[in-house]
C-alpha cells in the first residue's frame, strides 16, 4: 500500500483535509488511531489508500499544542482584538500564556 505524508488543515466531523504533494485528499482515521486520541488541524501524518478510501495510519510527533482550537505544530498565533466591544483581557492572557508555555509566538493585533 502506497503511503505520503502531508498535513491536517481541516477537520469536519470524522473527514479530514490532508494537504499532500498530490493535492488535498479527504480522509479517514483509522479506528485506532480515533481511539489514541484527538487528530488535530496542523498535524503532520501518513496517508494511505484503502478500498477507495483515503485514510489516516499515523499521526507524527507534536511540537506544541493549542486546545481551543485544536491546533497543533504552529509557530506564531495572532490574537486580534477589537476596541468595540471591550476585550476580555484575561481570556487574551490566557491565550498569550498559552502560547509561550507551548515556545508559539504571540502576536497581538487590534
Do not use: H, W
Not at 488535498?24 to 503532520?44: M, T, W
Not at 477589537?82 to 493585533?109: G, M, R
Amino acid at each position: 500500500m502506497k503511503t505520503m505524508d502531508g498535513r491536517v488543515i481541516k477537520a469536519v466531523a470524522s473527514k479530514f483535509f490532508v494537504d499532500t504533494p498530490d493535492g488535498v485528499k479527504v480522509c479517514f482515521a483509522r479506528k485506532r488511531l480515533k481511539n489514541d486520541g484527538i487528530i488535530f488541524v496542523g498535524d503532520y501524518v501518513t496517508v494511505a489508500k484503502d478500498r477507495g478510501d483515503f485514510v489516516i495510519e499515523e499521526v507524527k510527533p507534536r511540537k506544541n499544542q493549542l486546545i481551543r482550537p485544536y491546533v497543533s505544530n504552529i509557530d506564531v498565533c495572532f490574537v486580534v482584538i477589537s476596541p468595540e466591544p471591550e476585550p476580555d483581557f484575561v481570556l487574551v492572557d490566557k491565550i498569550i500564556v498559552n502560547c509561550l508555555e507551548q515556545n508559539i509566538t504571540p502576536v497581538l493585533v487590534k
